[in-house]
């Protein structure tokens, strides 16, 4: 009994997981392209710019926390189903998405604390491995979690279809169109929101016919 109800509460741990994420996320997004509308390019950024993206920074472990045990409860619920090949590359996106996410606010600390602005090394750095390498990470990380839903069967059609339309507009459009990172906090919210509606994971299995 004990172990059965372990497994029911990862379905529920994935969702609070997920939608913790997404908030997290999207508010330091938000907050840095508030401060920083025109990315790299801003050449004066006064107190108020600075402490707000230095809020969005102090945000980026807790996301990443949360995003590892979010990814760590749909896996689980995977089981002895998953499929190895595709498994693989969707813990594999996740961790390096999360190491992207890491080393671009680990690089943007460097340059608030430097005290210089203008154009960088250090914020063309941060701004790449944010928009560009991560967000690329994140894309997979879509199709490949849309992709073993839909195999399981326990993923519904249009959240499936709507997780590849957004792998493949991250994959594509990357740092060309500004704001296009809330793509991915936007689908883990709805992912997380559906799974705890529903009582599942995307990734757990059907219960057997009695």
């Avoid at 913790?20 to 999207?26: G, K, Q, S, V």
């Avoid at 330091?28 to 402490?51: E, F």
């Avoid at 967000?135 to 490949?144: G, H, N």
Wanted: glycine share 10%; charged share 15%.
């Amino acid at each position: 009994m004990e172990r059965k109800h372990k497994r029911l509460a990862t379905p529920r741990a994935a969702g609070v997981a997920g939608v913790a994420f997404a908030i997290l996320t999207a508010v330091a997004i938000v907050l840095v392209r508030i401060a920083l509308p025109g990315g790299v390019d801003d050449v004066t950024v006064d107190a108020g710019q600075r402490s707000a993206v230095r809020t969005a920074l102090e945000l980026i472990p807790f996301a990443g926390i949360a995003f590892l045990w979010f990814m760590g409860a749909l896996r689980e619920q995977a089981g002895e189903r998953e499929d190895k090949f595709v498994s693989t590359v969707f813990q594999g996106s996740g961790l390096i998405f999360v190491a992207m996410l890491f080393a671009a606010a680990a690089t943007a600390w460097t340059v608030l604390d430097d005290g210089r602005q203008g154009s960088s090394f250090g914020s063309d750095l941060a701004y790449a491995l944010l928009t560009t390498y991560a967000m690329r990470m994140a894309a997979v990380f879509v199709i490949t979690t849309s992709t073993i839903g839909r195999r399981l069967g326990v993923l519904p059609r249009p959240l499936a279809v709507l997780g590849w339309l957004a792998g493949l507009a991250l994959l594509v459009v990357g740092a060309d169109v500004p704001w296009s990172e809330l793509v991915f906090p936007a689908w883990v919210l709805v992912l997380s929101l559906n799974i705890l509606w529903g009582g599942r994971s995307v990734a757990s299995p059907p219960a057997a016919p009695t």
